[in-house]
């Protein structure tokens, strides 16, 4: 890694890129028929604050701390296999803390659509891929962090947005 090369430009702008994408993909039906998607809880000062604070601060460390420092650090030295597809080249680990994390998304059976499901576990397993491939290569959980952070914050205020524009 290039002295100073942290990725958090990149994380930003991919994080921004990426909730777009995955808010079109979750919220086609509202988006086309310009219909509010319902948040199950009021559209208040407090929530929206609250929320968007959670989304933009706790999520990331709270989630890639444990995944990317802890457990993708530890497995990385018990690992030191490489894996390439196409000219993306990363240590096998990534790729199995990326399982566990996309895995780890299933406590959601039963509370959404099948295909849903799906979705949001091989979304999660990409998602950790990424994370572990910026990890790895800036040295630092700084950029999967801020890419989280900016994901989740983006979508939601979108979310926010649509549900204030269409009410």
């Not at 890694?1 to 919220?27: C, E, N, Q, R, T």
């Not at 990385?76 to 196409?86: H, Y």
């Not at 059976?109 to 576990?121: K, Y």
Request: aromatic share 14%; charged share 10%.
């Amino acid at each position: 890694m290039a002295p100073g090369k942290g990725y958090v430009l990149p994380a930003i702008g991919l994080g921004v890129f990426v909730s777009v994408i995955a808010l079109i993909g979750d919220y086609v039906p509202e988006l086309v028929a310009r219909r509010a998607p319902h948040l199950g809880y009021p559209l208040t000062t407090q929530n929206v604050v609250g929320w968007l604070t959670f989304q933009g601060i706790v999520v990331g460390p709270t989630e890639e701390i444990p995944y990317r420092s802890l457990l993708l650090g530890y497995l990385t030295a018990a690992m030191p296999g490489k894996v390439r597809f196409l000219n993306i080249r990363m240590n096998g680990a990534g790729v199995v803390v990326a399982l566990v994390f996309g895995l780890g998304h299933l406590m959601n059976f039963g509370q959404m659509p099948f295909w849903g499901l799906i979705r949001q576990v091989l979304g999660a397993f990409v998602f950790s891929l990424s994370c572990a491939y910026w990890f790895e290569r800036s040295r630092s959980v700084l950029a999967p962090i801020v890419f989280y952070n900016v994901w989740d914050f983006t979508q939601t205020a979108s979310i926010y947005l649509m549900v204030a524009a269409w009410s």
